[in-house]
């Protein structure tokens, strides 16, 4: 019955990249640090000829590559799928920063605010291509990796991942600027913040619901 939504379902999965695309960009925007698996191609955008969207290609081609690796096994429809949605993700990052290029937040106030705007937009991204079940990410499909090769708790594995991306960008920029640059308070607000947010439209935004498979 499901596969009568599959338009619907597809819909709402490049939805939710668009709308992830408009949070990562607003939080760059706002200039405090944005989520910790865009930190590293926030940071590194900075001082290369490279656009972040390029580079948030590049790193999860890498991430894309690991898995199999890892598993000893290649899934060729996931990884495809991974593959593809990096593509439409990475360019829609370029396409959103420049959409809002004209987002320039005159005080702290309004770097604040453009902050947590950007985890809510970001959240309901989140929770659009959950929701839709048509693929993981390639930073949610190496974690689960992962979290199946230690046989850890995914939490857990998902923490020490955004952790370790966080300590990269912590030394590209120290090594790079001398200081804290393209990290900061914005970083702990969408770590802390992205996951509330997609467990209150779980809760509460049930519109989607006839479409999209129940497990």
Partial sequence: MQKHYLPQRFCMFFAGIFAMTVGIALSCKADLGTSPISSVPWVTSMFTPWTMG???????????????????????????????TLLIFGYG???SMGLLAWVAPPNLFWECFDCILGTVVLALG?????????????GEGIVLV?????????????????????????L???SQFGRMQGVGVGTIAAA???????????NHLHIFDKWCPKN
């Fill in 54 to 84: 390029e580079i948030t290609i590049f790193m999860n081609l890498f991430f894309i590559g690991v898995q199999p690796v890892l598993l000893r096994k290649i899934y060729w429809r996931e990884l495809l799928g991974q593959f593809f």
């Fill in 93 to 95: 990052i370029d396409f």
């Fill in 172 to 174: 590209i920029s120290y």
């Fill in 126 to 138: 989140v929770f659009l291509c959950i929701k839709a079940k048509i693929c993981v990410a390639a």
């Fill in 192 to 202: 802390i913040l992205v996951g509330r947010w997609v467990q209150l439209y779980a």
């Fill in 146 to 170: 992962l979290a199946l090769v230690s046989k850890a708790k995914f939490s857990v594995v998902k923490n020490c991942f955004d952790i370790t991306l966080v300590t990269i960008s912590l």
